[in-house]
């Protein structure tokens, strides 16, 4: 029985043993863990610091290129204001030249105008400003075409007629000078037209005041001082004539 159990004693011995080269071999293989580990901490902290370097430098070449786009910016906004600042003044200078050219344009214009007004109030002409129109009736008595080329000597023509305030102030103008009579107006027939009736300068015939039984078959219309009623004669008439001028003459 002793020796029985010396003999469990020395394999529990042996057993021990074992067990006890074994945890010393454990503190190696931990030691290369943590070797392994440290390693990969450094490797990653060198990957960091890289990373770290690559970031901070992309940052400031950023913070450079953007300082550079706004030293730029800032110098082409000072070159656009400085050229706007100078297209405003060349603009400015400009438009009050052409102010005073219009104003001493107009102002010529204007004492021309007053200068020619005076002259035809003198001579006997009246204004009509509804047609912006000088007219005046002639006692001379002369043919129809004797008539145009005398109004047409005075820079005006026989005289048109275009609306019933027109013709009233025409036919009180003649009744100035005849209670009753005709005077020639600038209508007649055209031959080339199937006698249609045409003014002498061309414009439309928008109006007319035949008197009852009129037109006939002559051809060269008068105004009769009595009534401002209209009438056609034979262009070999000698009577009085009505010129009228426009103020554009």
């Not at 009509?128 to 006692?139: C, F, G, V």
Request: hydrophobic letters at 35%; a negative charge.
């Amino acid at each position: 029985m002793t020796r029985l159990f010396r003999s469990k004693t020395q394999q529990e011995l042996v057993e021990a043993r074992g067990k006890i080269c074994e945890l010393c071999g454990r503190p190696t293989k931990i030691g290369a863990d943590l070797k392994e580990i440290d390693s990969k901490v450094a490797e990653m902290s060198r990957t960091f610091s890289a990373l770290k370097a690559d970031l901070e430098r992309e940052l400031n070449e950023t913070r450079e290129k953007n300082a550079e786009v706004e030293r730029e910016l800032r110098s082409e906004n000072f070159e656009l204001r400085a050229d706007l600042a100078t297209k405003i003044t060349e603009m400015r200078a400009q438009i009050q030249s052409e102010r005073e050219n219009k104003t001493a344009e107009i102002a010529k214009l204007q004492a021309d105008l007053n200068q020619t007004m005076t002259f035809l109030d003198l001579n006997g002409w009246s204004y009509l400003e509804q047609t912006a129109s000088w007219y005046k009736a002639l006692e001379q008595e002369m043919t129809f075409d004797e008539a145009e080329a005398y109004c047409g000597g005075k820079k005006s023509h026989l005289v048109t007629i275009h609306s019933q305030e027109e013709n009233h102030f025409v036919w009180k103008l003649a009744n100035t000078l005849y209670s009753n009579a005709w005077f020639w107006i600038g209508l007649k027939r055209n031959p080339n037209k199937e006698n249609a009736f045409e003014w002498t300068d061309g414009s439309s015939v928008d109006f007319t005041n035949w008197r009852s039984g009129d037109p006939d078959s002559n051809t060269h219309a008068t105004l009769r001082s009595g009534d401002g009623r209209w009438m056609v004669y034979p262009p070999t008439y000698q009577i009085p004539f009505i010129c009228k001028r426009s103020s554009q003459f």
